[in-house]
């Protein structure tokens, strides 16, 4: 693989070609490189070993790139954030193999779930409670269309009486994880398929971010603290599931931790999205090196000053705990920072630094988003690059209106 500097000066050349070619276009301009996007899901076919990859549809939420990636051989199946959501990728072909990733209340959705017997026979639900049970029950008139359910148990680690990880699931011991499975066994219309364990504080974290040396220490060490205890954990449970009642899937992982997801012999899949497309929040990984597959361009209006160039919009910020690390970051031209006072704005956002004195009003400035997936939401529309062309441009689930 090429320095990064002289990959983010082709992807630059890459870009402006395929602007000469197009003629101008919209903003703000989201493209995604298809050349890193299919070697990112080459890189996590290598990670996973053989382990078949179920893609995270959160992360992407643009449903030609998931047709694309379930076309990879490594990949199978669709890790959905919403129960409308996998009704309509099923509804139009995308899968037949759709695992919730979170528990739902959306009666109207299970109103439609229980009222068809392909929908139900190709999505699993997820659960962590019998009340979700419950509402399943409170909108169904016949038991004869059976529900698939799958249980989330916490993956966390528990250190010094202390929880570390994603506040998911309440179910950590397997008596607890049992008495649940019983508990669906027991009710009529449900069918006990599968078990999920997201170690997101393994998974998630960035753990060699030069500005943080000690901190990416004690994540590392988190890490391997929290891989440790997991494994252990999750051969108990599935040895304690195991005189109950025999699954079809152990779902587990994410894009930053597949090789040690993958490599516990109880998970028989692993989920990732967003190393697909590589947001700022994956730069910084020990275990794959980023590829940056995703980008938007937004135009400079203003020239405040000879050192400043302000574009229109900006204000694409990801979710999470407030910080620096959930603002877009400037990408092309190199050389650009946000500014202190004003960060990303919503109707306008000044940038700095030695590449602004170069800028021109009407110059593009591409910038990264710090999620996968979210940056889709402000958009109808994404152009895909291939070589120096836009050979495509797809619908996003907002340009299907489509809001999950």
Sequence with gaps: MPPPSQERG????????????????????????????????????????????RVASKSVRVPALLRRVLRHDAFSGVLTFALREALWLHEHGLSDDLL?????????????????????????????????????????????????????????????????????????????????????????????????????????????????????????????????????????????????????????????????????????EVAAGSGLLVPTLFDHYRSFEPRPAAFFALPVVRRPSPQVATVHGGGLVASGPAGRDRLPTPWLPPGLHLTGLEGAGEVQTPLTGPGAAHLRIGDLVWFRHAKSGEVFEHTRTVHLLEGDAFVDQVETYRGLDLAF
């Design 10 to 53: 082709r992807l630059a050349r890459r870009l402006a070609a395929a602007l000469a070619k197009s003629g101008p276009l919209p903003t703000p301009l989201m493209a995604v490189d298809l050349e890193a996007f299919d070697a990112n899901a080459d890189d996590l076919a290598r990670r996973a070993a053989g382990t078949p990859i």
């Design 100 to 268: 919730m990733a979170y528990p739902t209340v959306d009666r109207t959705a299970l109103g439609e779930l229980v009222a068809s017997p392909a929908a139900a026979a190709a999505i699993t639900l997820m659960i962590d409670d019998v009340a979700h049970l419950d509402v399943v029950d409170s909108v169904r008139r016949s038991l004869a269309v059976p529900v698939r359910v799958a249980i989330d148990v916490d993956a966390g680690l528990r250190v010094g009486g202390q929880h570390v990880g994603p506040k998911r699931s309440p179910l950590h011991d397997p008596e607890d994880v049992v008495a649940l499975a019983r508990a669906v066994m027991q009710r009529r219309g449900f069918r006990l398929v599968g078990v999920m364990t997201y170690e997101g504080q393994v998974a998630g974290l960035q753990d060699v971010v030069p500005s943080q040396k000690v901190r990416s220490l004690v994540v590392r060490g988190l890490k391997q603290a929290s891989q440790s205890q997991l494994q252990v954990r999750r051969r108990e449970v599935a040895e304690a599931l195991a005189r109950e009642v025999e699954l079809e899937l152990w779902n587990a992982g994410g894009s930053g931790s597949v090789e040690t997801t993958a490599a516990d012999p109880v998970v028989t």
